[in-house]
């Protein structure tokens, strides 16, 4: 499967960059530029920063290069409203460590691990885990659903838990009941804000099931 990496990015790369890029041929809309525009500007580059979305883009490129029907293809298309919870990189390397036993510090590497470990259908899901669909939530309409259970894309909720003293926390509890469920990145809150999907930088990867 690890072979197969190369070849799928590029072909994902030119799909998804395609989806993301054809409404400019038009007059677009103020508030329609798509999330995978906003990911995919940096060339889609593993570059070793911890903190940003390399891995999350490249697993979203090849879902929908393999699956072009995929759900995760609507954040390609920013008339649609999509609100993205993204893993940095540092999420994934511990979603790894989790699954392997073992600390892989190359991005590229990480990917292609979960690649192989996974398979893209469950890759898929998980990343479907990520996204509520139909509502653009900015930061102040999360800090408003202190409890609330937010339905994603895989069919499957993600409670919001705000906690404001001492300090600003806000926490989203997954289906995974054995490890630290993953928290907000203050620093990452609304990426692409002013469009109709928004995503914020969260620092594990949410689980749909139990690990």
């Known amino acids: 499967m690890a ?3 190369p070849a799928l990015l590029a072909a994902s790369a030119l799909a998804l960059g395609t ?5 400019a041929a038009n007059a677009k809309a103020v508030g329609e530029d798509s999330l995978a525009a906003l990911l995919t500007s940096d060339k889609n580059k593993f570059d070793g920063n911890a903190k940003d979305f390399d891995i999350v883009t490249e697993a ?3 879902i929908v290069a393999a699956k072009p029907g995929s759900p995760v293809g609507v ?3 920013g008339t649609k409203r999509a609100t993205v919870f993204a893993p940095t990189d540092q999420a994934f390397r511990l979603l790894a460590k989790d699954l392997t036993g073992q600390t892989i510090k190359s991005e590229k590497k990480i990917f292609e691990a979960l690649v192989e470990l996974a398979g893209v259908d469950t890759i898929e899901t998980v990343l479907l885990y990520h996204v509520v669909p139909g509502k653009t939530l900015t930061s102040n309409k999360v800090l408003k ?4 259970k937010l339905m994603t894309a895989a069919g499957e909720t993600v409670k919001v838990k ?17 490890d630290r469920d993953p928290r907000v990145v203050l620093s990452a809150l609304d990426l692409n804000k002013g469009n109709k999907q928004v995503a914020h930088g969260i620092d594990r990867v949410l689980r749909p099931i139990n690990l």
């Open 60 to 62: 979203a490129l090849a």
């Open 3 to 5: 072979r197969r990496v």
């Open 19 to 23: 989806m993301a890029t054809a409404p």
């Open 75 to 77: 954040l390609a298309d």
């Open 145 to 148: 659903a202190d409890g609330a």
């Open 162 to 178: 705000i906690r404001k003293k001492p300090s600003l926390r806000i926490t989203l509890k997954d289906k995974d009941r054995d």
